[in-house]
């Protein structure tokens, strides 16, 4: 037992030399310069003297380990050593070779050092960076950048086509013209797409297919027809216009392209694309891209972008069609809705007036319209009697917009059909109200005045009116004082039965009845805004019109009862005055 301690305590003995001499004494060691023990540990936790000369095998591990690949060249250039990813990367360079006889284009000694650039070698992209060590000796780093340089240009890529398609939505939503929706489709893709790019509208009139074509550096845009011969004689185009799936690239031969297809001084095409424009369940036209020769062909990426680029522009251009289509229906529509333009009988001056409610359509609910006089009857009835007289009218139908308008419009036509069979005013009016009792059409409400017009033959007009459910017509005398027509009447379309007194108005030369719509009297605006224009002002503003032609009484009373709204909300508005003339 005693000797097993004492030998225990020779080994610790030598144990702690031993340590001592590789650590250091617990107290200090000024071979060590640290201090070792429990209290005076450093971080590190010891300094391993042998650590500093360590041998060539451990140097070649680390190096080895290295994900760079590394080429330690001597002061003449020779290789001196390379590490397993420098052999991966250059198996070629091996020890005792000279490295730029090697690989020239890696191991150029002029670059400088520390600077790291790019290389291609063997189809893949290598970072190479030069590092000197003493005075003879130099190290070069290569790192496989291939994928990570690859992956950056897919996503360039990817974000230069996901902007190309923002700007064609962009320019392609900005507008309702289909030619201007065609010409920003071949700007945008030529040159991102092709060389020269065109697109061929739908065949129009005489079998005629437009395109535009557009081509960098050409600032003007080119443009024309073509028939059904030639638009056979571009390979895929006929499908396209047709409305077929597109054809891959690989499947065009472009050597069959025409010539015109091409501008002057293009030369032959390399290769071809066309695909359908789609549209509204229809083809809204063709897309045609041709590169010429040193151009790249169309991949499969490129097309599926084309693919999208084309159902973009093609739901643009058939949007704009179809808005120009339906811009033209209405336009036919509205143009039979519109005031017409007035006749002038026989010793008066008519002249008229009408403003929509709705600042952005022209049409409201208030109408007027004039029938001119027949010269006989059927009978051989002869003139001056009531069908040798004018018919004028001027009315409200309930509601606003369009659907007021056509109201309008229908009581208009119902007039003139009504006309053909009676010309009186009372007889008149009273059909009218059996018609629109009987519409489909519901709350088919209508005030008027219906009236006939005549000379009396001593250079005055005479007047038969019927008032229904309207605001009373207002007479200006040759004195200047205003008069209003007394007379009594239902609304037409709500009873079956209605009151209805006619009367007659006699105008002197000069003097003028004025026919309006509540919309006139009933407009709130003023200084408040809150305040009603009201009859009085009307009639002290017709007053003020005395010796003006009809069409400056008219225009004077428009000008005052807009200046009165001032922009602010109105009703529809309508104006008819008749003038006595005297003897022309």
């Given amino acids: 037992m005693t000797a097993a301690r004492s030998a225990g305590r020779g080994a610790g003995a030598a144990g702690g030399e031993a340590s001592a001499g590789l650590y250091g004494d617990a107290h200090g060691d000024a071979r060590g310069g640290l201090r070792t023990g429990v209290c005076g540990d450093p971080p590190g936790g010891f300094h391993d003297v042998a650590a500093r000369a360590p041998d060539e095998a451990l140097l070649r591990a680390v190096v080895d380990a290295c994900g760079e690949g590394v080429v330690l060249c001597d002061a003449a250039g020779t290789v001196v050593a390379r590490n397993a990813a420098a052999a991966r990367l250059l198996p070629a360079v091996l020890p005792g070779t000279e490295a730029a006889s090697t690989e020239a284009g890696l191991f150029d000694a002029g670059c400088p050092e520390g600077e790291g650039r790019e290389a291609v070698h063997g189809g893949r992209r290598l970072l190479v960076r030069r590092e000197s060590f003493g005075m003879g000796h ?4 290569l790192r496989d950048v291939t994928v990570e340089r690859d992956r950056t240009e897919a996503l360039l890529a990817e ?3 996901t902007g190309f398609l923002l700007e064609a939505g962009r320019r ?4 309702l013209n289909p030619r201007r929706c065609a010409r920003a489709a071949v700007e945008l893709a030529s040159p991102f797409l092709a060389d020269v790019a065109m697109v061929v509208l739908p065949p129009a009139a005489r079998r005629q297919a437009p395109w535009l074509r557009s081509v960098p550096g050409r600032p003007v845009l080119q443009e024309g027809v073509i028939g059904a011969a030639e638009v056979a004689q571009v390979p895929g185009l006929t499908e396209a216009l047709a409305g077929f799936p597109p054809v891959p690239s690989r ?3 472009p050597a069959q392209v025409p010539q015109w297809l091409l501008p002057e001084g293009f030369g032959a095409a390399a290769h071809l694309l066309v695909t ?7 083809p809204a036209g063709a897309l045609i891209l041709a590169r010429g020769a040193g151009g790249e062909p169309f991949d499969e990426e490129t097309e599926t972008l084309v693919r999208v680029f ?13 808005y120009q289509e339906q811009g033209a229906t209405n336009a036919i529509l509205t143009g039979g809705l519109l005031p017409p333009h007035l006749p002038q009988p026989p010793g008066a001056e008519l002249a008229g007036s009408l403003r929509a409610a709705l600042q952005t359509s022209l049409v409201g609910g208030d109408f007027y319209d004039v029938c001119p006089p027949e010269d006989a009857a059927p009978g051989g009835e002869p003139a001056g009697t009531a069908r040798g007289e004018a018919l004028l009218m001027l009315g409200d139908v309930c509601g606003k917009g369009p659907r007021a308008a056509v109201l309008a419009g229908q009581v208009r036509q119902s007039l003139r059909a009504l006309a053909l069979l009676e010309r009186r005013p009372g007889p008149l009016v009273e059909l009218l109200n059996r018609c629109l009792l009987a519409s489909p059409v519901p709350n088919s409400f209508v005030t008027l005045v219906l009236g006939s017009l005549a000379a009396d033959g001593g250079g005055g007009v005479r007047l038969e009116l019927a008032v229904a459910g309207h605001p009373p017509p207002l007479v200006l005398r040759a ?10 009447g239902s609304m037409l379309g709500a009873m079956r039965r209605i009151l209805l007194e006619p009367v007659t108005v006699q105008l002197a030369p000069g003097e003028v009845c004025l026919l309006y719509s509540d919309g006139i009297t009933e407009a709130f605006g003023g200084p408040s805004g809150r305040e009603m224009y009201g009859g009085q002002r009307l009639k002290a503003a017709l007053a003020g019109c005395a010796g003006m032609p009809a069409s400056a009484v008219v225009e004077r009373l428009e ?4 200046e009165w709204l001032a922009g602010r909300v109105q009703d529809d508005r309508a104006l008819l005055a008749v003038r006595a003339e005297g003897p022309r």
């Fill in 138 to 141: 130099r190290a070069w780093y």
């Fill in 159 to 161: 974000r230069r086509r």
């Fill in 172 to 175: 392609l939503a900005s507008s």
């Fill in 251 to 253: 499947w065009l031969d």
């Fill in 276 to 282: 359908p424009l789609p549209g509204n369940g229809v």
């Fill in 310 to 322: 084309a159902s973009r522009a093609g739901a643009a251009i058939s949007a704009a069609a179809l």
């Fill in 479 to 488: 004195d200047g004082t205003v008069t209003e027509v007394v007379s009594r």
């Fill in 559 to 562: 000008q005052l009862s807009t």
